[in-house]
T-cell receptor, first 116, second 116 residues
């Protein structure tokens, strides 16, 4: 069974600084996707970034980038130039690519506070 | 981008009554929909996977007679909480997958259920 672990329940960062959120996962699958989702106080789940396991190049989306280490099963999220609107719960997630019914496995989440 | 709506956004019901929550994919056909439950400051817990035209697949520990799921069309899935009790109070989120993308899930804004 797949598991996703986020070892930092809470983190804080000063506005404009950089912060890295950690995520590790366990799987025997070779083909899968990894995601970071953001859930702000509105509780709407927002996809921040995704990474295909077969791609060695780390995904980037504007101020968000990941450090994907497949052998170590690590998938950390770096947020640069943190903004107040980045305050949210962040969930690391995994999905294997075998059938269209495969379900997303979520980590426990990291609550990020951006301090003005 | 693909949009998923949920109705109602919040509902209060009396103990012993039933309440229905709708999940709609507005601009795509969703062959698979997922229902999650989320407690405060916790991760999303998958309750069931709903495939159009077939019976839902429930996760272990989820009572299928209490949480009735119907996926009657490619754009609508419903979750009915039957004989609701205060412990059913929670935040319920649906997500939908389109046929063409095996990994991408689009989340609804959630429904806050309060049982008095």
């Amino acid at each position: 069974a797949q598991t996703v672990t986020q070892s930092q329940p809470e983190m804080s960062v000063q506005e404009a600084e950089t912060v890295t959120l950690s995520c590790t996962y366990d799987t025997s699958e070779n083909n899968y996707y990894l995601f970071w989702y953001k859930q702000p106080p509105s509780r709407q789940m927002i996809l921040v970034i995704r990474q295909e396991a077969y791609k060695q190049q780390n995904a980037t989306e504007n101020r968000f980038s990941v450090n994907f280490q497949k052998a170590a099963k690590s998938f950390s999220l770096k947020i640069s130039d943190s903004q107040l609107g980045d305050t949210a719960m962040y969930f690391c997630a995994f999905i294997k690519l075998k059938t269209s019914y495969d379900k997303v496995i979520f980590g426990p989440g990291t609550s990020l506070s951006v301090i003005p | 981008g693909a949009v998923v709506s949920q109705h109602p956004s919040r509902v209060i019901c009396k103990s012993g009554t039933s309440v229905k929550i709708e999940c709609r994919s507005l601009d795509f056909q969703a062959t698979t929909m997922f229902w999650y439950r989320q407690f405060p400051k916790q991760s999303l817990m998958l309750m069931a996977t709903s495939n159009e035209g077939s019976k839902a697949t429930y996760e272990q520990g989820v009572e299928k007679d209490k949480f009735l799921i119907n996926h009657a069309s490619l754009t609508l899935s419903t979750l009915t909480v039957t004989s609701a009790h205060p412990e059913d109070s929670s935040f319920y989120i649906c997500s939908a997958k389109s046929q063409g993308h095996s990994y991408e899930q689009y989340f609804g804004p959630g429904t806050r259920l309060t049982v008095t």
